[in-house]
């Protein structure tokens, strides 16, 4: 019996990229002085199309038929997120916040049930996905606990200038610090060495004709 060809893409390459678009979107949210609805729908629009992307290339360069059911529907979703956030027009601070936690709420759910599915299964990547899907919930909750009309002005002396922090500031910031968390444990999922399958036992003809060798002995 001859085993199926080893795949050149595996499920760490999957967590690599997204977890190279993720740093990429926590970057430039964590380097922008400008935490608007435009600025963060506009990163959030990159981030989500990019890793759709990604989803659906390895949908079929990564997972086997049959198991590509998960890929393909988080791919889905996030490309619509993206889609919906790439229209400027559109940017307001209301459809930040309806549109991604929407997003985080469907897809976190979605990866945490595939997770912990393939738990019982044993496979080692599926940890990963229960992390990822639990922290991206986490997204959506603390979003729903921010209020987009929130407006705080305040004044710092040594800077000797006024302030205003708002929700959608908030919210680009909570955007942008799960980012920053996904990317982190993606990336060290996606570097972490993976255990190596044993090798099955084979048996030859003659085998229980050949002369045993006692131990500590060479053929």
């Known amino acids: 019996m001859t085993d199926a060809a080893p795949r050149t893409f595996e499920v760490r390459h999957l967590q690599l990229a997204r977890a190279a678009f993720a740093a990429l979107a926590a970057?430039?949210?964590?380097?922008?002085?400008?935490?608007?609805?435009?600025?963060?729908?506009?990163?959030?629009?990159g981030f989500a199309i990019a890793t759709a992307i990604i989803f659906f290339a390895a949908a079929w360069l990564v997972y086997p038929s049959g198991s590509r059911g998960t890929a393909v529907l988080l791919g889905i979703v996030t490309l619509l997120a993206g889609m919906a956030t790439g229209i400027p027009p559109l940017r307001t601070t209301t459809m930040f916040f309806v549109v991604v936690i929407a997003w985080a709420a469907l897809s976190g759910l979605i990866e945490l049930i595939s997770g912990l599915r393939r738990r019982r299964t044993g496979d080692p990547a599926a940890r990963d996905a229960v992390l990822i899907g639990a922290i991206t919930l986490a997204l959506a909750v603390a979003l729903l606990l921010v209020n987009p009309a929130y407006s705080l002005t305040y004044f710092i002396k040594e800077a000797d200038a006024s302030f205003t922090l708002t929700g959608i500031t908030i919210?680009?910031?909570?955007?942008?610090?799960?980012?920053?968390?996904?990317?982190?444990?993606?990336?060290?999922?996606?570097?972490?060495?993976?255990?190596?399958?044993?090798?099955?036992?084979?048996?030859?003809?003659?085998?229980?004709?050949?002369?045993a060798h006692p131990a500590g002995e060479t053929a």
């Open 27 to 45: 970057l430039m949210i964590t380097f922008s002085t400008d935490h608007s609805a435009p600025v963060g729908l506009a990163i959030f629009s």
């Open 171 to 211: 919210g680009v910031g909570l955007f942008g610090g799960y980012a920053a968390i996904v990317a982190v444990f993606l990336g060290i999922a996606g570097f972490s060495p993976r255990r190596a399958e044993r090798a099955p036992a084979v048996t030859t003809a003659g085998a229980d004709d050949a002369p």
